[in-house]
């Protein structure tokens, strides 16, 4: 095989812009934390990673500026992403514990120069014969969430028959990355997407981003804030007690909407109870993939501007309608990438401080690794840096309903944000139980007052269900 090149593809646009202008930011970079317990062959693990590579262009791609434009480069060899391996075997218990969370951090938290190697990387620890600690990150503009699940579960089919010495039983890789944005261009260049331009307009004419308020010093205008570190983030996992997680999945059958609609829909309220706005803006990611490219490797992900109305002198089963009916019809227009909206956005008029999105409200992709021959558990981990002030990913799977929120210290403090994430399961437990009473008679703004006065002893990321216990 030879190299092939490429141009950058729409949906990439928006993250190399940020990364020409944040090159050491770890802001896009998607970590996945294992412990595997059994025997770990590296080996293996090396001939399975280079093997997975060799699948997926996007996991050889490095990117060029030629001429003003940006290039993809596909390298034909893998080898040049080769597996780290930390050996802390001989370490003691405590010593050990604070070595492998100091390892996983720096693992999750590398940048990635994506001029010069691909933008994944696997860091194996050795803990002990039998226990192994695993960190695979990508960057987000060659690996989205749902091509991470892919990367995973080739990856792991291959670990599993290098180990057994058998052939792997790989589904067929569809096209690659670069078919997706040959079709994604030509696209953007027919009459339907100029008609997207103009649902654009129409929909985000005189739209800005929502974003809960802040207590920072920056956030509230202190003159004395500093800029530095203007991107780091604190991460906060929530989980919704079952009873709760039902009344959601059951309020959405009934109203014949998803759970992650009704989810935003409370997120919704509670910015326009929070702000005292009832215009709402929230970006939501979406998939581009189509049954063609069910299998590719890549940033295959918009970000899409829900926009909705929300009259807190009506009801819940009004603005959860109005957040679903605005959500479909913002997916409907989602060919065109989010970085060109927020261009015409900006030249629509828009204010030069004012951003488009400052929160984000998305779904979890599915699926996760299996290396056979033992057990594995997954940690919940996110870079410590962040693009917007605050993020949301939502797990909604059989097992329950998650959610992680990352916040920017530019913007909160860890009490605030530990009470917005109470905050927030409060009012979702009284919108689901009186979805037919005017929302400003629920308490909402009574709620949201106390968010700054959470105690000093919870303040250690341990987050309590409605009605549950402490998560660990």
């Not at 997207?196 to 802040?214: F, H, I, N």
């Not at 500093?226 to 604190?234: E, I, V």
Request: hydrophobic share 40%; net charge negative; aromatic share 6%.
């Amino acid at each position: 095989m030879r190299k092939h090149a490429f141009p950058l593809g729409p949906l990439q646009e928006q993250i190399w812009r940020f990364w020409r202008q944040n090159p050491r930011s770890t802001a896009y970079i998607m970590p996945e934390v294992y412990l595997f317990d059994g025997a770990f062959d590296v080996a293996a693990v090396t001939f399975a990673f280079d093997e997975t590579a060799r699948r997926h262009e996007s996991l050889r791609t490095t990117f060029h500026e030629v001429d003003g434009a940006v290039v993809q480069v596909v390298s034909p060899d893998p080898a040049h992403a080769p597996v780290e391996v930390l050996d802390f075997r001989e370490l003691s218990g405590a010593v050990q514990a604070e070595q492998l969370e100091r390892a996983i951090t720096d693992a999750a938290n590398s940048t990635f120069d994506l001029t010069r190697l691909p933008a994944i990387r696997l860091t194996a620890i050795l803990l002990s014969d039998r226990r192994t600690g695993l960190v695979l990150s990508a960057h987000q503009i060659i690996c989205d969430g749902s091509s991470m699940a892919l990367v995973v579960d080739d990856f792991g089919e291959l670990y599993r028959s290098a180990r057994a010495g058998t052939t792997p039983e790989l589904v067929p890789v569809t096209p690659g990355y670069a078919a997706f944005v040959t079709e994604q261009l030509a696209t953007l260049a027919d009459d339907a997407s100029r008609d997207d331009l103009v649902s654009w307009t129409e929909r985000l004419t005189g739209a800005t981003g929502s974003v809960l308020p802040g207590d920072s010093r920056k956030a509230v205008g202190d003159p004395a804030a500093s800029d530095t570190d203007d991107l780091s983030t604190t991460l906060l996992s929530t989980t919704l007690d079952d009873r709760l997680a039902d009344e959601v999945v059951a309020y959405g059958r009934r109203a014949g909407s998803t759970p992650f609609s009704v989810l935003l829909a409370a997120m919704n309220v509670m910015i326009a109870a929070a702000t005292g706005e009832g215009d709402v803006c929230v970006g939501t990611a979406t998939s581009c993939r189509t049954p063609k490219f069910a299998r590719t490797v890549g940033m295959l992900t918009n970000l899409v501007v829900a926009r909705s109305r929300i009259d807190l002198s009506g009801t819940f089963a009004e603005a959860s309608y109005e957040v679903s009916l605005n959500l479909l019809d913002a997916i409907d227009d989602q060919d065109l990438p989010f970085s060109r909206v927020s261009d015409l956005w900006r030249e629509n008029g828009s204010l030069a401080d004012t951003e488009l999105v400052r929160t984000t409200f998305s779904a979890g992709a599915s699926g996760g690794l299996a290396l056979g021959e033992g057990s594995l558990s997954e940690r919940v981990a996110r870079t410590s840096q962040g693009p917007f002030a605050l993020g949301v990913v939502c797990d909604i799977t059989e097992a329950g309903i998650a959610l992680d929120w990352q916040y920017a210290l530019r913007a909160y403090s860890p009490r605030l944000s530990l009470g917005y994430c109470d905050a927030y399961q409060q009012i979702l437990t009284m919108l689901l139980r009186q979805p037919d009473a005017a929302m400003d008679s629920l308490g909402i703004t009574e709620v949201l007052p106390r968010v700054d006065a959470v105690p000093a002893e919870r303040a250690d990321g341990r987050r309590r269900g409605v009605g549950g216990e402490a998560d660990a």
